[in-house]
C-alpha cells in the first residue's frame, strides 16, 4: 500500500511526459486556421518533432524491390498482397520476359511490427515517422502504398 502512495504522490506532482499534440497546436480559431490553410498561410499538417527510429507509415521502394514475397510471408497482419505487372507481348523471335511481381502495402491493416523491413533482402522498406494516417476510406490513395 505504501510504495503505491508513493507512487500516486510522485506522480501527481510530475509533468506529463505525452506530446500534447494535437492539443498544444489547437488554434484559437478553426474557421481562421482553416482560412489560413487556404492561402498557404498554415500547414493542415504541422511538423511534429517524433522520436527517433519512430515506427510510422511504411515506405516502399518499388524500383528495387525483386518481388520475392517474403515480406508478405511474415506480415502478422496480411497487410502485404502480391502484385503482377504484365508486360508487352515479346517481339518475334525475343523470349517473353516474364511478368513483373511486386507488392502493395495496405496501411489500415499494418501494425508497424517492422518485420517486413527486417526481412527484405532489397532493403526496399523502411519506416517513416509519418503518423497523422487516419482516413474515412481505408482504400484511398494515401491508404495504399506501392
Ligand atoms: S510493418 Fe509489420 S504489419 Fe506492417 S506491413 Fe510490415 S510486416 Fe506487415
Ligand atoms: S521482401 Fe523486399 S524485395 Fe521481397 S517482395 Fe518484399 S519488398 Fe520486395
Given at each position: 500500500m505504501l510504495p503505491m502512495l508513493k507512487e500516486i504522490l510522485t506522480q501527481s506532482v510530475k509533468k506529463p511526459?505525452?506530446?500534447?499534440?494535437p492539443a498544444a497546436r489547437l488554434p484559437k480559431s478553426i474557421t481562421g486556421f482553416l482560412e489560413d490553410v487556404g492561402r498557404g498561410k498554415a500547414n493542415l499538417i504541422p511538423p511534429v518533432e517524433t522520436p527517433e527510429h519512430m515506427r510510422g507509415k511504411l515506405s516502399y521502394k518499388r524500383n528495387i524491390c525483386?518481388?520475392?514475397g517474403l515480406c508478405m510471408k511474415v506480415c502478422p497482419s496480411h497487410a502485404i498482397e502480391q502484385v503482377v505487372y504484365p508486360v508487352p507481348p515479346a517481339k518475334e523471335g525475343e523470349e517473353q520476359p516474364r511478368a513483373q511481381k511486386r507488392i502493395r502495402i495496405y496501411v489500415g491493416n499494418?501494425?508497424?511490427?517492422g518485420q517486413c523491413i527486417d526481412i527484405c533482402p532489397k532493403e526496399a522498406i523502411s519506416q517513416t515517422?509519418?503518423?497523422?494516417?487516419?482516413?474515412?476510406?481505408?482504400?484511398?490513395e494515401s491508404q495504399i502504398i506501392e
Open positions: 511526459v505525452t506530446n500534447l499534440f525483386n518481388g520475392c499494418c501494425i508497424f511490427c515517422s509519418e503518423f497523422l494516417l487516419a482516413a474515412e476510406d481505408r482504400f484511398a
